[in-house]
Nanobody
Framework: QVRLVESGGGLVQAGGSLRLSCAAS????????MGWFRQAPGKEREFVGS????????YYVDSVKTRFTISRENAKNTVYLQMNSLEPEDTAVYYC????????????????????WGQGTQVTVSS
């Protein structure tokens, strides 16, 4: 079974930056993808962005597209979420996810299309 471990969350002031990491173990990735989701209290789990292991193609929701960047280190089975210009509305628990087969561009926003999940890391942005 694939295990995912997030790290890098914390407290930051509005306008600041954080970099989250997600380390995967249990298998190597070639044809799949890694994604980032977030969930605030009382809210549904929300897709943030994703990256393909093979091509490096990335997708982001419009609300973070100009502020967040997803990258990968294939040799380490690790993905990163660089978050800049953080806003209080970004406050949430952030989860990384793995899909053994890269979801289509029309389904990748659905958490049910992802196979494995990390434990989450808290990001709090103060105003």
């Amino acid at each position: 079974q694939v295990r995912l471990v997030e790290s890098g969350g914390g407290l930051v002031q509005a306008g600041g930056s954080l970099r989250l990491s997600c380390a995967a173990s249990g298998r190597t990735f070639s044809g799949g993808a890694m994604g980032w989701f977030r969930q605030a209290p009382g809210k549904e789990r929300e897709f943030v962005g994703s990256i393909s292991w093979s091509s490096g193609n990335t997708y982001y929701v419009d609300s973070v597209k100009t502020r967040f960047t997803i990258s990968r280190e294939n040799a380490k089975n690790t993905v990163y979420l660089q978050m800049n210009s953080l806003e209080p509305e970004d406050t949430a628990v952030y989860y990384c996810a793995a899909a053994l087969v890269t979801p289509s561009v029309v389904t990748l926003r659905d958490p049910r299309r992802w196979d494995y999940w990390g434990q989450g890391t808290q990001v709090t942005v103060s105003s």
